[in-house]
């Protein structure tokens, strides 16, 4: 199995990463890493700016990596053209390296990686988020990227999409799209009580968390109404600069809040231990009715309640452990109402129950199943224990 993965594998724990690792109980991957130029600044940033050339490395059994180079400014309409080429040139020879020939491609960045990959191959376009409706989020053109998306969709033979809302649209542009969630490692949030909590947080219960990008998709005054109700608000993530700067200072300096910036994902624990409930607080746009928010499956696997706003994914989870609230004050009292049964045995369970029904591992069999895959028996066994490198 080909994937070009819309993320770096040693980046954060996507949902393209998680999907793979659950993949490997089926077949052995080729995992292509987003390209980067050599003059990139994230090419310094992940300590490759001598990279002139592709790398590949095994890393692990069945797993090998390939980081392709791309042409400087390869972003720019005179040069955009050459990107996809020479990325489909850098992973034929990664594979005749390899001594083998993929059964399937996947791309999960809509880069136009589907079709040409000979007779028999199964080419599959994964549609993570809503990229077009996104675009602006991620400072790329629309137009560009729409274009990519058409192509992407024209040569795909299985399109997979995480929400219906996206499934829909992606239909109405004539693809044969089919549902396929975002799931939850389950495993990594069953011993958030026993973890150490952080020691950087005070705050007084209950305490509201969340946890992720903190961007234009939050709605930044659904949390200065659960601070304003009197509970502590905890943010964990990275703040893009450009959103709310000034209300998002203000909100920082509550006596009630603490923000403590991006994590390491082997420290999440420590900072779910704290959290009475967790709340997904996205604003009401096309990009987030799109959207499958991981987060929200995250806090039940944690075993905390969760209150999000009314989110076609949040609705199609069809659970009351979800709370679902979208004006200010509504979403305050929600948060409130279910922290009163935050720690209570009875629910907890039933949370972490409820998130085990979608699981990745769950959604990597439904994959399977898509593909067409037979279970390798040898690698069964040992997939409980496959983690990321």
Not at 56 to 83: D, I, N
Not at 155 to 181: F, K, T
Not at 294 to 316: I, N
């Given at each position: 199995?080909?994937?070009?993965?819309?993320?770096?594998?040693?980046?954060?724990?996507?949902?393209?990463?998680?999907?793979?690792?659950?993949?490997?109980?089926?077949?052995?991957?080729?995992?292509?890493?987003?390209?980067?130029?050599?003059?990139?600044?994230?090419?310094?940033?992940?300590?490759?700016?001598?990279?002139?050339?592709?790398?590949?490395?095994?890393?692990?059994?069945?797993?090998?990596?390939?980081?392709?180079?791309?042409?400087?400014?390869?972003?720019?309409?005179?040069?955009?053209?050459?990107?996809?080429?020479?990325?489909?040139?850098?992973?034929?020879r990664a594979l005749l390296t390899m001594g083998r020939t993929p059964y399937?491609?996947?791309?999960?960045?809509?880069?136009?990686?589907?079709?040409?990959?000979?007779?028999?191959?199964?080419?599959?376009?994964?549609?993570?988020?809503?990229?077009?409706?996104?675009?602006?989020?991620?400072?790329?053109?629309?137009?560009?990227?729409?274009?990519?998306?058409?192509?992407?969709?024209?040569?795909?033979?299985?399109v997979l999409a995480v929400s219906e809302p996206l499934a829909d649209r992606?239909?109405?542009?004539?693809?044969?799209?089919?549902?396929?969630?975002?799931?939850?490692?389950?495993?990594?949030?069953?011993?958030?009580?026993?973890?150490?909590?952080?020691?950087?947080?005070?705050?007084?219960?209950?305490?509201?968390?969340?946890?992720?990008?903190?961007?234009?998709?939050?709605?930044?005054?659904?949390?200065?109404?659960?601070?304003?109700?009197?509970?502590?608000?905890?943010?964990?993530?990275?703040?893009?600069?450009?959103?709310?700067?000034?209300?998002?200072?203000?909100?920082?300096?509550?006596?009630?809040?603490?923000?403590?910036?991006?994590?390491?994902?082997?420290?999440?624990?420590?900072?779910?231990?704290?959290?009475?409930?967790?709340?997904?607080?996205?604003?009401?746009?096309?990009?987030?009715?799109?959207?499958?928010?991981?987060?929200?499956?995250?806090?039940?696997?944690?075993?905390?309640?969760?209150?999000?706003?009314?989110?076609?994914?949040?609705?199609?989870?069809?659970?009351?452990?979800?709370?679902?609230?979208?004006?200010?004050?509504?979403?305050?009292?929600?948060?409130?109402?279910?922290?009163?049964?935050?720690?209570?045995?009875?629910?907890?369970?039933?949370?972490?129950?409820?998130?085990?029904?979608?699981?990745?591992?769950?959604?990597?069999?439904?994959?399977?199943?898509?593909?067409?895959?037979?279970?390798?028996?040898?690698?069964?066994?040992?997939?409980?224990?496959?983690?990321?490198?």
């Amino acid at each position: 199995m080909v994937i070009f993965g819309a993320n770096p594998w040693d980046d954060v724990l996507m949902n393209d990463r998680l999907l793979a690792i659950e993949l490997l109980r089926y077949c052995d991957i080729l995992w292509v890493d987003p390209h980067l130029s050599v003059l990139s600044p994230r090419a310094k940033e992940r300590g490759r700016l001598r990279s002139l050339w592709p790398e590949t490395e095994k890393v692990q059994e069945g797993l090998t990596l390939l980081r392709p180079v791309a042409l400087p400014a390869h972003s720019r309409a005179g040069l955009r053209h050459t990107t996809a080429p020479l990325l489909r040139s850098q992973t034929r020879r990664a594979l005749l390296t390899m001594g083998r020939t993929p059964y399937a491609v996947i791309d999960a960045r809509f880069g136009r990686m589907t079709g040409g990959w000979g007779p028999g191959v199964l080419n599959v376009m994964y549609a993570m988020d809503d990229v077009v409706g996104g675009a602006y989020l991620m400072g790329r053109d629309v137009g560009a990227v729409l274009t990519d998306e058409r192509e992407t969709l024209a040569r795909a033979d299985l399109v997979l999409a995480v929400s219906e809302p996206l499934a829909d649209r992606l239909r109405g542009l004539g693809g044969q799209a089919r549902l396929l969630a975002n799931g939850v490692a389950v495993e990594m949030y069953r011993d958030v009580d026993g973890a150490p909590p952080a020691p950087e947080v005070d705050l007084p219960h209950p305490i509201a968390g969340i946890i992720g990008y903190l961007s234009e998709r939050i709605d930044i005054a659904l949390l200065e109404a659960i601070v304003e109700a009197g509970m502590s608000l905890l943010m964990v993530g990275k703040h893009d600069p450009r959103f709310e700067p000034a209300r998002f200072a203000r909100l920082a300096e509550h006596p009630r809040v603490q923000y403590v910036g991006l994590q390491p994902f082997a420290k999440l624990s420590s900072y779910l231990h704290h959290i009475d409930v967790g709340v997904t607080p996205y604003v009401d746009s096309e990009f987030n009715r799109a959207s499958c928010p991981l987060k929200t499956l995250e806090y039940l696997a944690a075993g905390r309640p969760a209150v999000s706003t009314d989110l076609p994914a949040a609705r199609w989870l069809g659970t009351d452990l979800i709370r679902i609230a979208s004006e200010p004050a509504a979403f305050a009292a929600a948060v409130r109402d279910v922290s009163a049964e935050s720690r209570e045995p009875y629910y907890m369970a039933a949370r972490r129950a409820f998130a085990a029904n979608h699981s990745w591992r769950r959604r990597g069999d439904d994959l399977a199943e898509m593909l067409g895959l037979v279970p390798a028996a040898h690698r069964s066994d040992e997939s409980e224990g496959v983690r990321p490198a």
